[in-house]
């Protein structure tokens, strides 16, 4: 119990109060106190103190209609009966239980007409561990209200890990049971060690560390242990930040925490929670005998599923070979033969009729044109007639007819002009019955359609 120096000048005060009070009464009577004197003056002394005590809660009475709290607080010695109004109770956010080691701080007061004495407390505040398990509590709710220890989100461990994290002492019993366990049931597995210290203030910071670390060197599944201890040992793992490592990890989070009774934050948001460290080792690391079971579970049904499948094509195959046609291949194309036999035979009925008919058309179509022609051509044999005469008029043979001619050089060209054919050449001229070789004998260029030069 503990009080401060106002409290006790109050005390004074209403002490020297309250045996004023007596001495009253004193006068009054026989120098006895009458009881009503002395619970004022008990009542007066013991109210003006405001004092702290540390105590034990042994009984609790919270209940619905009620304006106060009621619960009682002991120690080895002593219990005492307190009281605490609801608005102070409901703001302390305490929720009082058997068992909490509590920091009261209230004053006494009295109910003189029953002679009872209560302690009316002003605030309440949980003492030791109690107030580290409040914060741990309060932690708890928040990460919960955020769903990050929902078990829907938490993921399935590998079967075979082949490279596991684990984050733990380096110098703990911790580390080396874990070792010894993945080394028993999982040789094949490479372990990452990150060694980093367990306790105290700066321990969360170093677990998230080597969390990153064994995560950044490529680990499949992560181990975070350590041995048991008080609570205040495993406080670090109740750290918020750490929490939030462990549920950001992009890689499954084992965690074995101190012993089974142990249950930290680390363990509430981790994708598995082990009872521990050892425990922890089993979870990601499978037995011989679990390997050994499987393989042969797995052995037999590989070999059943293959015999299933040969056993399918041997039917397969025997059903196959049962076909008419493997005995006789042309079986495979009877229906097309027949379909070939049939369309000849539709042929051969069929082509002498088309073939007649198609002679009939012939005759018929030679008798139309014989009729025809004549009638078609005689328009013709005249028009072909009149071309011909022109073509006569104009043909250079009935010009030669006429009386004309025109004379060729030595190399077979027309001669057109004198200067073609100068004195001394040879030149022929085409008549209307023959040809005339020819010497020039003389040239003289005149302009023929000129009359005074003839």
């Not at 490479?190 to 969360?204: D, F, R, S």
């Not at 050892?278 to 797995?298: G, N, Y």
């Amino acid at each position: 119990m503990g009080y401060s120096s106002d409290s006790y000048t109050r005390y004074q005060e209403a002490g020297a109060a309250g045996r004023q009070d007596a001495a009253a009464g004193q006068q009054q009577g026989t120098g006895a106190l009458s009881v009503s004197a002395a619970m004022s003056l008990a009542k007066s002394s013991l109210e003006a103190l405001t004092v702290r005590i540390l105590g034990e809660v042994s009984e609790v009475s919270v209940k619905p209609g009620y304006k106060a709290a009621y619960f009682t607080v002991k120690d080895s010695g002593a219990s005492l009966p307190c009281m605490m109004w609801n608005n102070r109770y409901r703001a302390s956010g305490i929720e009082l239980k058997v068992g909490m080691l509590v920091e009261l701080t209230g004053r006494f007061t009295l109910y003189a007409a029953k002679g009872r004495m209560n302690f009316d407390v002003f605030s309440i505040e949980l003492a030791g561990e109690g107030n580290l398990r409040l914060k741990v509590a309060n932690i708890a709710r928040k990460l919960q209200a955020e769903g990050l220890t929902d078990q829907a989100r938490k993921r399935r461990i590998p079967l075979f890990p082949e490279k596991i994290g684990l984050v733990t002492s380096p110098r703990s019993a911790a580390v080396h049971d874990v070792l010894r366990t993945l080394r028993r049931r999982f040789p094949v597995a490479t372990v990452y060690l990150a060694g980093v210290p367990v306790e105290g203030a700066q321990a969360p910071g170093y677990l998230t560390e080597g969390l990153r670390c064994v995560v950044a060197a490529g680990a499949e599944v992560v181990l975070v242990v350590r041995g048991g201890g008080s609570f205040e040992d495993l406080m670090p793992f109740n750290d918020e930040g750490l929490a939030r490592a462990i549920a950001a990890c992009p890689v499954p989070v084992v965690t074995g925490i101190g012993h089974e009774v142990d249950t930290s934050i680390a363990d509430m948001v981790s994708d598995f929670r082990a009872s521990t460290p050892t425990a922890a080792a089993e979870a990601v690391s499978p037995s011989a005998e679990s390997l050994e079971s499987l393989f042969a579970t797995r052995a037999a049904s590989l070999g059943g599923s293959v015999m299933r499948q040969l056993e399918a094509r041997k039917s397969l195959v025997e059903r196959a070979a049962d076909k008419p046609f493997f005995a006789d291949p042309l079986t495979l194309f009877s229906s097309e033969a027949l379909a070939v036999d049939a369309a000849a035979e539709r042929l051969a009925r069929a082509l002498p009729i088309s073939l007649q008919a198609r002679g009939m058309a012939l005759d018929n179509a030679r008798e139309r044109l014989l009729s025809n022609g004549p009638r078609l051509t005689q328009k013709r044999r005249l028009e072909l007639s009149a071309q011909a005469g022109r073509l006569q008029d104009l043909s250079p043979l009935g010009v030669l007819a006429r009386g004309y001619s025109f004379a060729r050089d030595e190399q077979g060209k027309i001669v057109k002009s004198v200067e073609q054919a100068p004195a001394g050449s040879l030149i022929s001229l085409t008549l209307g019955d023959g040809v005339l070789d020819c010497e020039v004998k003389d040239a003289v260029k005149k302009d023929i359609f000129n009359v005074n030069e003839r």
